[in-house]
């Protein structure tokens, strides 16, 4: 089956209409999933011959490490609705556990590594309640190798099937996503990477022995003179030449400034994916940061990082077709952000003295009935 065939049958067009598609320059938002299964039926590459895709972009330590900030601390949190800034009276049921095979962690950590690495991804709802809101395990996460689309990038197929515009909840990266985005730093980093890679495998030598004599050495003469030059270092800390050796010692070892350029290119992956320089652990020379507590680092990360795709996730189930009008969606940030114990308990004694909260405010709280001041437990 040739490309254009390929083309029509994804975007539903015949094949010339498909082809000229195919050619012609989509806009910048325009959804490239098409494109990208047809790269990698075909093993089409880009004009330096690398293939830039997710296992590719994952192979890099500061990606990797991201996207393991993003998907699983969003993974810990759980969604929650609120009318105003309380709660709402009642907690959609989706929200609890969308996918009914899967635990709501799950959902939320590949839903966040869609987002990172693509423009967007789909819940798709397959089943509803009785008041037409989307049903407790009512939802799947669709694949972006099990969808179709339109000529528009329009997602109009999933799993093979037509799905209805109202069944698709979909949520749109902060920006076109790693490898839409960053295609371009993404193969500088795979070439210097691999530069680096054959550097350290074939390292330069320090000091090289030339022969000024008009005599040529035999291979096993030249074994001998580095076995005595190397021994003689080793024993003595110098070495000897005659006239017909000359011992000319090596500029900076080509390892070393791809060490130089590594650091350099671990810094330019942070800033791509948004990631903040500590997050990352990539050093920045003159930055020092450092954290009196461990909320004060979740927030800081939430700050930078985390929020750029918690607003994209919330934002769109706060919308009238997944909660109530009035109701919005956000996500509880008390895994990441909670004080201590000693910290807590310090600020509800403020709030008791100055009157300002009572006890029924702390134990909802904390979860549990707590002491009241002054009382004793009963014998």
């Not at 270092?233 to 017909?244: E, H, I, L, P």
């Not at 800081?300 to 009035?326: K, V």
Request: aromatic share 8%; glycine share 8%.
């Amino acid at each position: 089956m040739g490309i254009g065939n390929v083309v029509a049958k994804l975007t539903g067009l015949d094949r010339a209409s498909a082809v000229a598609e195919f050619l012609a320059s989509p806009p910048e938002w325009a959804d490239s999933s098409h494109l990208d299964l047809v790269s990698s039926l075909y093993g089409l590459a880009d004009s330096s011959g690398i293939q830039v895709n997710r296992r590719t972009a994952m192979s890099f330590p500061v990606i990797a490490k991201g996207r393991r900030l993003l998907a699983t601390n969003l993974g810990r949190m759980t969604l929650v609705n609120r009318k105003g800034r309380a709660n709402a009276p009642l907690q959609m049921a989706y929200l609890q556990q969308p996918e009914e095979h899967r635990p709501l962690a799950a959902t939320l950590t590949w839903t966040a590594d869609a987002l990172y690495f693509y423009p967007r991804t789909w819940w798709i709802v397959q089943r509803r309640d009785a008041a037409g809101w989307p049903a407790r395990g009512g939802v799947k996460l669709l694949d972006r190798k099990d969808a179709q689309f339109d000529a528009k990038g329009n997602l109009t197929h999933a799993w093979g099937k037509p799905v209805e515009p109202r069944d698709i909840i979909q949520f749109d990266a902060p920006d076109g996503g790693l490898l839409h985005d960053g295609q371009w730093l993404l193969r500088r980093a795979y070439v210097l990477y691999r530069a680096a890679s054959l550097a350290e495998e074939n390292p330069v030598p320090g000091i090289e022995l030339h022969n000024n004599g008009n005599d040529k050495l035999s291979p096993t003469q030249i074994v001998s003179l580095l076995e005595n030059w190397m021994e003689a270092r080793r024993r003595y800390g110098v070495a000897y030449t005659d006239k017909s050796i000359a011992a000319t010692p090596m500029k900076a070892p080509l390892e070393n400034l791809l060490i130089e350029g590594r650091k350099a290119m671990d810094l330019d992956l942070a800033r791509q994916a948004g990631l903040p320089a500590w997050a990352a652990d990539v050093p920045v020379d003159g930055s020092s940061i450092t954290y009196n507590s461990r909320e004060s680092r979740g927030w800081e990360l939430i700050d930078l990082f985390l929020s750029t795709y918690m607003t994209a996730i919330t934002s769109r189930l706060s919308m009238n077709d997944t909660t109530p009008i009035g109701w919005t969606t956000e996500f509880n940030t008390d895994e990441l952000t909670r004080a201590g114990m000693k910290a807590r308990f310090d600020a509800y004694k403020v709030g008791i003295d100055g009157g300002f909260i009572d006890q029924a405010w702390i134990d909802a709280q904390e979860g549990e009935p707590m002491k009241l001041a002054g009382t004793e437990n009963a014998a």
